[in-house]
């Protein structure tokens, strides 16, 4: 009896730390029961995030809004971009990126519409003469001038006047009504070498949507005329011809551009020579009077024979190219 009572003493101190470590196993991972579950349940929360939080992970709280999961991201272009899928964001090492040198052009000004260095200009164009109101001296002419700069140009021009002499009918009816006439002159050709300056281009726009290009041009130069005066005083003995005199000129012009290559150009030109007039005077001595060197004024007189050009321009070679990439 005392040997049985000793048995059953050991299996029951056998048995209690058994019953101990399956009840602490049981209280960390079993179901809740009925009674106990809220304060058991509470108590498995508060592990997790103490394990959590010594783990180096943050556990978000109630209602916060986990990333990619449906929220939307915080930030906006680049950083949202990167936030939603993280391999479509650019990776640069900046430091590196900002020790590059920074080799960009930038071009503030547009590139000339129509280059002119380096071409020739073919320029034929029509004169009318502006300030002379006796008698008119139109003709064709004809210009050409090779730019040495985009600005600079050296050429020549050539008025042709023989053919289209044209004399007032008001100078002609006051010569026969009142036995007054007014020293004329009749000009045969005109020939200059001429130096252009573009000071200023651009552009306007016109007709809706179409743009044109222009530019203003200041010209100067010398060379010879031909002229001769017109027998008006004494027509019956005096017969004039054409002598060859030297001559200046300044003007100023516009062009407009209608492409790279063809442009209309209008002129203003003043042409300056010292002209030998007829003399008002006449000899009674029929010898005297037929002497040419009576039929000429003492004094040469700066007459301005100031021109109206109009015509069209065109360079040469049709095609360019720039030598800055635009």
């Not at 503030?108 to 260095?117: F, G, H, P, T």
């Not at 442009?263 to 005077?281: K, T, V």
């Amino acid at each position: 009896m005392k040997k049985i009572r000793i048995g059953l003493l050991a299996a029951v101190m056998c048995a209690i730390p058994a019953l101990a470590s399956a009840q602490d196993e049981g209280e960390e991972g079993a179901t809740p029961a009925a009674g106990g579950g809220e304060e058991e349940t509470a108590a498995g929360t508060e592990e997790g995030a103490a394990d959590g939080a010594a783990g180096g992970e943050e556990v978000p709280g109630e209602g916060a809004e986990i990333p990619g999961m449906g929220a939307e991201p915080a930030g906006d272009g680049l950083a949202a971009i990167c936030q939603i899928d993280p391999d479509a964001c650019p990776k640069l090492d900046m430091e590196k990126e900002a020790k590059k040198d920074l080799n960009e052009k930038i071009y503030a000004v547009q590139q000339i519409y129509a280059k002119r260095k380096m071409r020739f200009e073919l320029n034929p164009y029509m004169g009318i003469g502006m300030n002379d109101q006796y008698v008119q001296h139109p003709g064709p002419g004809v210009a050409g001038n090779f730019y040495l700069l985009e600005v600079l140009a050296i050429g020549v021009n050539f008025n042709y006047y023989r053919p289209f002499k044209s004399e007032s009918d008001f100078n002609a009816d006051v010569r026969r009504a009142a036995r007054v006439g007014v020293p004329l002159t009749q000009y045969d050709w005109n020939a200059n070498f001429n130096i252009t300056y573009v000071p200023s281009y651009g552009k306007f726009a016109g007709f809706s949507d179409f743009i044109f290009h222009w530019d203003l041009y200041v010209v100067a130069g010398g060379g010879a005329i031909s002229t001769k005066p017109i027998a008006v005083i004494d027509p019956d003995n005096r017969k004039f011809g054409y002598e060859i005199k030297p001559t200046g000129n300044v003007g100023v012009g516009a062009r407009v551009f209608f492409n790279r290559w063809f442009a209309a150009i209008l002129e203003f030109r003043d042409y300056i020579f010292a002209e030998d007039l007829e003399s008002l005077e006449v000899s009674e001595d029929p010898d005297i009077a037929s002497d040419p060197d009576t039929w000429y004024d003492e004094d040469p007189e700066i007459t301005n024979n100031v021109q109206l050009q109009f015509g069209v321009s065109i360079f040469l070679p049709f095609s360019f190219e720039y030598r800055l990439p635009k």
